[in-house]
């Protein structure tokens, strides 16, 4: 690198924006790692890997919910740098539950963070990387933008949307010099388990919801997929391997499970491929 590269990671705190944070800072990125907690202990972690490295890596305050908080975090970047070269869009969860016992204000809440979060973060960094002619963004999907499985309705409509986003975006900047990536992984080994939202109606009310048979089924299926997860470093590894490529790819799949999935995807009809998903989870 002639000169130094500025990165900002959204969701810095654990899994995959922790690691992706630190592996861009070891690869010699200015890296303001943001999270939207940093008091309690929370970047406490980040924070003494980077002075054990001496890694030019900075932790800042942002919480992509908040227009103030994100606009903060970014004009406080430029303020500092003077330009933002890489921006990782990460911050997310899973909200999980029967589509009918899903609740506007969680759905709301979980579109706010996947999918507003990354827009309000892209539509204020693409100002900079135009004027710079020059920037990459990386959106954080999923194996779960390109299929989906029941009972994570909301959760695949915020990254299906984030997808087709992304590709459409992606023609709209290109002579800007802006790269836009999707990088799609399977199942990750991080606090993404245990940060799943159960949707409120069905888990409070489980005797009475509708959907208890389908719901037993899937919590074994989950449970399987969070014992054979890949760690979110691998991830990273993938998303400098991107960001440092000069010609990157449009798409990333990370994780045996994802590129297996979506080939499976590739070979089959729109009817085969569902009784295929119906049998693998006893559907
Ligand atoms: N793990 C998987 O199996 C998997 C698979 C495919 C895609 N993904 C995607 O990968 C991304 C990272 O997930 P992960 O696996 O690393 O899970 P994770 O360990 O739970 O990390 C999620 C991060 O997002 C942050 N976050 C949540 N809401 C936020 C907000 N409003 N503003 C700022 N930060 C917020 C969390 O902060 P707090 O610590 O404050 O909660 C945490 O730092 C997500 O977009 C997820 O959908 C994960």
Redesign the pocket.
């Known amino acids: 690198m002639t000169r130094q590269e500025i990165a900002l990671v959204?969701?810095?705190?654990?899994?995959?924006?922790?690691?992706t944070s630190i592996a861009l800072a070891r690869n010699g990125f200015h890296t303001y790692a943001?999270?939207?907690?940093i008091g309690n202990g929370?970047s406490n972690h980040i924070v003494n890997v980077a002075r054990k490295e001496n890694l030019p890596l900075q932790v800042i305050h942002?919480?992509?919910?908040?227009d103030k908080?994100v606009l903060d975090a970014i004009n406080r970047i430029k303020r500092e740098k003077g330009r933002i070269d890489i921006v990782i869009?990460?911050?997310?969860?899973?909200l999980v539950g029967p589509f009918e016992e899903t609740s506007m204000e969680e759905i709301k809440a979980q579109f706010?963070?996947?999918l507003f979060?990354t827009i309000r973060i892209m539509q204020a960094v693409i100002p900079i990387m135009r004027e710079q002619r020059r920037g990459t963004i990386v959106n954080?999907?999923?194996?779960?933008?390109r299929v989906a499985l029941p009972l994570d309705s909301i959760?695949h409509g915020?990254?299906f949307a984030l997808e087709g986003i992304s590709e459409s975006v992606k023609y709209e900047v290109d002579p800007f010099g802006i790269k836009i990536i999707l990088?799609?992984?399977?199942?990750?080994?991080?606090?993404?388990?245990?940060?799943l939202k159960l949707a409120k109606t069905s888990s409070s009310d489980s005797d009475n919801s509708h959907y208890i048979q389908l719901t037993n089924n899937m919590s074994e299926s989950f449970k399987q997929?969070?014992q054979n997860?890949i760690h979110?470093s691998e991830?990273a590894s993938v998303i400098l391997l991107a960001v440092m490529t000069d010609d990157p790819a449009f798409r990333y799949q990370?994780?045996k499970d994802?590129v297996m999935l979506l080939e499976t995807r590739r070979n089959l009809s729109d009817r085969d491929f569902e009784n295929f998903i119906k049998k693998q989870f006893n559907l």
Do not use: C
């Open positions: 959204t969701g810095s705190s654990t899994g995959i924006g922790f690691e943001s999270m939207r907690n929370r942002l919480d992509v919910d908040n908080s869009n990460n911050a997310g969860y899973a706010e963070t996947n979060g954080i999907t999923s194996l779960g933008g959760y915020t990254k990088v799609e992984p399977g199942a990750v080994g991080s606090n993404f388990w245990k940060n997929m969070e997860t979110p991830v990370v994780g994802a």
